[in-house]
């Protein structure tokens, strides 16, 4: 008989610095309770600007205020400061001095092409990582394909994806399913299909969950 396994779906954009932070969070409290093998996560496209351009990059500042033309610049590098400093609390390094706006609709059907090759969650990690931190182009296809041989893929499959409308229709459904599930932020992370959490949430948020869940569905954890 197979084993119960508690799912854990994360709707998440390459561009939400709480996306990177919530999914570092869910990790490590699976690696606390050490249930690495009894939760099972799926990630899930969430496109937070589906317009955003493919071909033009700006410095992540210019964009932010180009968003919001009536906020002040001061206020939005203080709101940033504290988004860099939580990440600090968490081991990750958000530089936006070097950050760059781009399209992530590239990134996320690569996503879906890693995962039919067992690395999906490298690749992910590998984009988080070099988005916030090294100032990855989103819109440059050989810095995709980088991080596609860097984690031991075929560059030249890869570039057909990135060239072609492959893995759209994966995107979709996950574009329909967030619509589904009335989400309307991000991360959103939902538990075995039914209860769902919006925001970042901290370690001994998602330790408890996984707890409530594995007595629900009659799971021991280890």
Known sequence: MENKKITVDIFSDFTCPFCYMGKKNLYDAIDNLNARDIVEINYRAYELDENASKNESVLKYDYMQKQEP????????AETR?????????????????????????????????????????????????????????????????IIEEVGLNKEEAKKIIDSKDFSEEVAQDKYDAFQYQVQSVPFFLFDKRYGASGKQDVETFEEAIKKLADFNKIDLP
């Not at 009536?70 to 590098?77: D, R």
């Not at 609709?105 to 996503?111: F, G, I, K, S, T």
């Open 70 to 77: 009536n906020k002040p610049l001061g206020i939005i590098m």
């Open 82 to 146: 504290d988004i860099i400093d939580q990440g600090k609390d968490l081991g990750l390094d958000f530089n936006y001095d070097i950050m760059l706006t781009g399209n992530t609709n590239a990134a996320h059907r690569l996503a879906k092409y890693s995962k039919t090759k067992g690395k999906e969650k490298e690749f992910i990690n590998k984009v988080f990582e070099g988005y916030f931190t090294k100032g990855l182009n989103l819109n440059k296809e050989e810095e995709l394909l980088k």
